[in-house]
C-alpha cells in the first residue's frame, strides 16, 4: 500500500474521451483454468492488459466473468496456468496482489446508518490505515461527494451509493479497480456520471477491471472481453470487434409488427434480426442472397431499407449463437 494519499482530482469534464496513459502491462495471464467440482467456470483463458486501461468483461449470467476478474487480481486461485498481476505471481504472491486492489461488488455493503464520511472513517480505521482523516478528505473531494459528506449513507440515492462505494474502495489508494456490475439498478444518469470517474482514474494510471451487461457501458471500455460457458470468445477494442464482425447491416424502419421481424428472419442470407424502436437491424452472413431478398421485401409493403453498420450489440447476439450447441 502506498504511504501517502492521491491528490484530489480536478472536476470531471462531461465531455472529455480518455485513452489509458501509456503501454505497461499489468495483467499477463495464460491458461488461466478454474473448475467447481465437475464445472469448469474458466477455460483457457489468456489475457494482456496495460496500466490505465478499462477492461470490460461481458456475457451473460454464469459465463465466468466474476470467476475470471477474481482469478485476474488474486482473489481466487486459479487451478491450472500462470500469470502475473501487477508485477507479483496471481498464484503465489495474492496477498501483495490482493493489497494493491479496490474491490467493489454489485451490492451495496456500507452502514446505512452511518454518514457518508463516518462510513469511510469506518472502513479506514478498519484496515489499519494511516492518516485517516486526509485520505477521507482527499476521497470524497475524489469522488465528488464533499458536500454529501455528513448524510446518513441509508439516505443516498442508489447513484450516490455507488459513489460512495467506489470511495471506499480508493482509500488505500489501490492500483488495480475490480468492478462487479457496479451500476446495476442505477438511473442512466447516475451510470453516465459513475463512468466519468472511472475514466478520470484511469487517466490517472489506474487499471480498471469491469463486468457490465450494459451495451452503452461496454462501449466506454478502452477493450473488452466477451464469454460464454466460460471461454473467451473474442477480446479487442470496440471498434475492432464490430470491423471483425464483418457482416453487413442494414436498418429496416419498420410499424411495430412482430410478424415482419419473424418474416426477415426466414429472407435467404439473413442470420440475426433485431428491434430497436420502431427500426429493425438486420445483419447477413450473406450478403448477394440478403441484399435483393431484402430490398424487395421492403419495397412490397413500403418500407424504408438503407444499409448501415453493426452495433457491438449485433457482435455479441452472434457471438452467443455460435457459442450456443
Partial sequence: MNSTASPPASPPHRSRQLAPR?????IAVDGLQKRFGDRIAVQSLSLHISRGEIFGFLG???SGKTTTLRMLCGLLTADEGVGSCLGFDIRKQSAEIKRRVGYMTQRF????DLTVAENLHFVASVYGMDRVKDRVSATLQRIG??????Q???TLSGGWKQRLALAACLLHEPELLLLDEPTAAVDPNARREFWEHIHLLSADGITVL???HYMDEAERCHRLAYMSAGTLLADGAPHELVERFGQPTWELQTPDDIHLLLDIRRLPGVSQVAPFGNLLHVCAHDAALAEPALAAFAHQRSLLLRQTTARLEDVFIALQRKSEP
Avoid: M
Fill in 145 to 150: 461527494l464533499t458536500d454529501r459528506a455528513s
Fill in 152 to 154: 446518513l449513507a441509508g
Fill in 22 to 26: 501509456n503501454g505497461d502491462t499489468v
Fill in 210 to 212: 469491469v463486468s457490465t
Fill in 109 to 112: 455493503s456500507l452502514y446505512e
Fill in 60 to 62: 451473460p449470467n454464469g
